[in-house]
């Protein structure tokens, strides 16, 4: 069949690399605006497979996700399950996963559940560490980017903010995805 499409904008569908909205509905505006795959790269999931219950296991597009660092700190900091921010976090109750570090043991641990998300389809790790930066350090970053540079996977990254125009969480991902040679992908780049 041969269509006429004189003056119109034809492509095969977009890729959202930045959705945090694997429902029914989130799927259905996608789709409506002509996204074909949707991508929870930034906050990730973990287990990756746990975003099928959010769209009730009949997807209208393409999903998949990265493996979520949070989703995994609060598995082997607390024992806390939430696969995924729609999980219904109790921030309140989360508070240790979002101000201290991880003891050895707990790294190893982490290590361990980063990598088993990986081989189960992780497309990288998502890495929101702004919003982790009291409880991440250097040690728990090292395991990020080695265990991704491991799987050759990347990592997403929302950078921790600074000032306006502060380039510091920048160069600070840009050197560790150098040193463990891991693929970086930056989520957002605050002006």
């Known amino acids: 069949e041969v269509i006429n499409v004189s003056g119109q904008v034809v492509a095969p569908g977009f890729i959202d690399l930045h959705s945090h909205t694997p429902t029914p509905l989130g799927q259905r505006y996608q789709a409506l605006d002509g996204v074909t795959t949707a991508l929870e ?4 999931a973990y287990p990756v497979a746990a975003l099928e219950r959010f769209v009730d296991g009949r997807p209208a597009i393409n999903f998949g996700a990265s493996v979520s660092l949070l989703a995994a700190r609060l598995l082997v900091k607390q024992g806390i399950e939430k696969p ?22 707990e790294l190893e641990s982490l290590r361990e559940h980063l990598a088993r998300g990986l081989a189960g389809g ?21 395991v990020v980017f080695a265990t ?5 996977a990347p990592v997403f990254v929302h950078i921790r903010r600074e000032l306006p ?12 995805a150098r040193r463990h040679r891991a ?3 930056v989520c957002h780049l605050n002006a």
């Open 183 to 185: 693929p970086l992908h």
């Open 41 to 44: 790269l930034e906050a990730g």
């Open 165 to 176: 125009g502060d380039a510091a969480g920048l160069a600070e991902m840009i050197e560790l």
């Open 148 to 152: 991704a540079a491991e799987y050759q």
């Open 84 to 105: 995924h921010l729609l999980s219904g976090i109790d921030f309140v109750a989360a508070r240790p996963t979002f101000t201290e570090p991880l003891t050895a043991a």
């Open 122 to 142: 992780g497309l990288g790790i998502g890495l929101l560490f702004d919003y982790l930066r009291t409880a991440v350090g250097p040690e728990e970053l090292n």
